[in-house]
Structures are given as structure tokens and as C-alpha cells.
């Protein structure tokens, strides 16, 4: 009896363990890298930024919310605005975007407040405000 008793122990410690190990890395969203983020430069380029089709994006803020979404808010020099919506999660510090907007899937990291997103060539970096 007392070895069933101990072998149970055991078990549960061990299941607790298992647990949180996979809640430290997960791929679920965590509330550490939720938040709202300022677009500060483009390629290593401060605001605005003029890309190679002519448009100037003079503000965007990127907000990345609890349930795993996130919005992108940009706006041009000629006054308008784009929104990206879409989905986003985590593991190991690593950050996966999916777009639900345009449909693409891009890659991104946190380091303290400081967001980077990579996308077909270009480094967009954000401040946590």
C-alpha cells in the first residue's frame, strides 16, 4: 500500500512538473508580450519612411491583444490609413503573425520592449509604449 501510495505521489509531481514546463513554452499568447507598440524605424530608418512604391508611412501602431490577435494601424503621408488584422503567438520569445487581412505569415521577436518584425526583406522595429 505504501508503495501504491508513493508511485502516486510520484506521478502527480512528475505531471506537475510536465505541466509547467510546457506553460514556459508554449504557443499560446502570453500577457508579457501583449501590448501596444510604436513603429520607430523601417530598415533602420526613422519616420516617416518612403518605400520603393512611393508611399510614406508617417505612424503605425501595432497592437497585440490577450486572445491571440493583433491589429496594425498605418498611416500615409497622403492622409490614409491601412488596418491589418490578424492572429499572433509565441514560443520562446519568438513571434508568429498570420495575417487574416492579406493572407501572408510573417516572422518577429521581443526583446524587453523592443518588437522586430521581418517580412520579405524589410525590418520593421517597435517601441512598447
Avoid: H, K
Avoid at 54 to 73: K, M
Avoid at 106 to 119: A, C, D, P, R, W
Amino acid at each position: 500500500m505504501y508503495a501504491t501510495r508513493s508511485m502516486r505521489r510520484i506521478a502527480v509531481v512528475a505531471l506537475a512538473i510536465g505541466l509547467a514546463a510546457c506553460s514556459n513554452d508554449s504557443t499560446s499568447p502570453s500577457g508579457s508580450i501583449s501590448g501596444t507598440f510604436t513603429l520607430r524605424s523601417v530598415n533602420g530608418s526613422s519616420l516617416p519612411y518612403t518605400f520603393s512604391s512611393g508611399f510614406t508611412v508617417t505612424s503605425e501602431v501595432l497592437t497585440l491583444r490577450n486572445d491571440g490577435s493583433y491589429s496594425n494601424d498605418s498611416q500615409y503621408s497622403d492622409g490614409s490609413v491601412t488596418t491589418e488584422e490578424g492572429f499572433w503567438s509565441s514560443v520562446n520569445g519568438s513571434i508568429t503573425f498570420n495575417d487574416q487581412t492579406d493572407g501572408y505569415s510573417y516572422q518577429g521577436s521581443l526583446s524587453g520592449n523592443v518588437l522586430t518584425e521581418i517580412f520579405q526583406g524589410e525590418t520593421d522595429t517597435y517601441q512598447r509604449e
